[in-house]
């Protein structure tokens, strides 16, 4: 296994030391996470564990279903005790970039449904400034050119509808993925945030601001967990 996919499983290993019996678990999309939901699987059948999941992605409940984490549905339950997720970066304020793997809208209700959110990561995440990723922003597919041209205005560097050779990647709900090159410039998410939102025909966008309350982070030398200090697990 590459050293980073080591690393990927580690973070997602150890993030599930969060998880208790009885709880409501969000499920992360992307590859860091999915060991986490592995895990968690594995914990249900070996150890007795006794959770519900609610998963962001189809991907996700595909992989949930296969590993046997019972699976509810989100608006049939009053929220969620934690969600444990991936993130493509976040800063030394624990804001995120993310939607690398175009779950974005789905994940960040999902966060918004949940008591605490842990991110895994490896430690290539860790940033000073947001933005080196290109930013995700889902929007609709009405008239999606003009919602780039009009995000490139906002932000002045290049949006690009995302590929997948030459069809434009689809979401789970319908949409379509902007990706915005903005470099590592990104010193107020939460201004950007607003004004992003201000544009018809975004759905959402990939900051995940004050959302995040730990980082599960694996590195050259262990996994460490930060905690954020004004989050809701400090
Ligand atoms: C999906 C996401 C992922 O959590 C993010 O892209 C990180 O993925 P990975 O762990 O594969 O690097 O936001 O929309």
Redesign the pocket.
Same mark, same amino acid.
Request: net charge negative.
């Given at each position: 296994m590459a050293d980073v996919e080591q690393l $990927?499983k580690e973070a997602g290993i150890a993030a599930c030391s969060f998880v208790k019996t009885g709880m409501k678990v969000g499920l =992360? %999309? +992307?590859? %860091?996470?999915k060991h986490t939901v592995i895990e968690l699987g594995r914990m249900i059948a070996e150890e007795g564990l006794d959770i519900v999941g609610v998963p962001t992605s189809l991907a996700t409940e595909k992989l949930a279903i296969e590993v046997g984490i019972p699976l509810v549905k989100l608006s049939s339950i009053d929220g969620l005790d934690i969600v444990i997720? +991936?993130?493509?970066e976040y800063d030394p304020k624990f804001q995120l970039i $993310? +939607? =690398? +793997?175009?779950?974005?809208l789905r994940?960040k209700i999902v966060v918004q449904e949940s008591s605490a959110m842990v991110v895994v990561?490896d430690d290539r995440k860790r940033v000073d400034v947001l933005g080196a990723f290109p930013l995700p922003i889902e929007i609709t597919p009405f008239s999606s050119s003009a919602t780039i041209r009009a995000l490139g205005r906002l932000l002045d560097c290049r949006v690009n509808c995302r590929m997948a050779g030459d069809n434009a990647v689809v979401t789970d709900n319908g949409n379509l993925i902007a990706d915005a090159h903005c470099g590592p410039t990104i010193s107020n998410p939460e201004k950007m945030e607003a004004e992003i939102l201000n544009i018809a025909g975004v759905v959402q966008v =990939?900051l995940f601001n004050n959302m995040c309350d730990a980082v599960v982070l694996a590195g050259a030398n262990g996994v460490e967990t930060h905690i954020n200090q004004v989050g809701r697990l400090a």
């Open positions: $990927k =992360g %999309t +992307g590859s %860091t996470v997720d +991936g993130a493509d $993310k +939607g =690398g +793997g175009a779950a974005l994940e990561a =990939g």
